[in-house]
């Protein structure tokens, strides 16, 4: 069974503190000349994971990511007239 997970953006101020943020989570991206790093949490410590990172001073804001609210179903898509017309030409 898989655990669902909420990914995390968070922004600091210096490099160094890498290794504290590690910590909290599954470390994905760090973008050195932005200055932010993607983890990835379980749902369930969400809340308790961002009070705990927000106390640290070199924390400037975290954002969370919405990948697990959008909707991946489509149901209704219409097919590519253009791919059908190639479709019936290899036949």
Do not use: C
């Not at 470390?27 to 994971?49: C, M």
């Not at 975290?62 to 959008?70: H, T, W």
């Amino acid at each position: 069974m898989r655990t669902k997970r909420q990914g995390l953006i968070i922004w600091f101020q210096h490099m160094k503190n890498i290794k504290q943020i590690k910590r909290f989570g599954h470390l994905i991206y760090v973008s050195r000349r932005l200055k932010y790093a993607v983890i990835y949490v379980e749902q369930t410590k969400v809340e308790e994971v961002e009070t705990k990172l927000l106390k640290y001073s070199f924390v400037s804001k975290i954002d969370r990511s919405y990948k697990s609210e959008i909707r991946t179903n489509f149901d209704n898509a219409k097919p590519d007239k253009a791919k059908e017309y190639d479709y019936k030409m290899g036949i």
